[in-house]
């Protein structure tokens, strides 16, 4: 289960982790980051969202390609 008040380090390691695994398949976004004002809302818990960014169509069907390959594999 998530932890439903990730801690802006948290969120940091987690955009690092998929940084990585992203690196992996040789997929780059490089808008990939801590989404900040998700930090600075007035709700209870802090959402700490990734923000993923924009990518271009041959980087998002280098993206579909590596997760159909991964569910693929789990089967």
């Known amino acids: 289960m998530p932890d439903p008040s990730p801690t802006a380090y948290d969120v ?3 955009v690092e982790d998929l940084r990585t695994a992203l690196a992996e398949h040789g997929i ?3 808008s990939l980051r801590v989404d900040l004002p998700s ?3 007035t709700y209870a818990p802090p959402a700490g969202l990734v923000a ?3 990518c271009n ?3 998002a069907r280098a993206l579909a ?3 159909r390959k991964t569910a ?3 089967r």
């Open 52 to 54: 993923l960014g924009n």
């Open 57 to 59: 169509t041959a980087t």
């Open 72 to 74: 693929a594999a789990e």
């Open 39 to 41: 930090f600075a809302g």
């Open 28 to 30: 780059t976004l490089p």
């Open 12 to 14: 940091t390691l987690c």
């Open 65 to 67: 390609v590596a997760l």
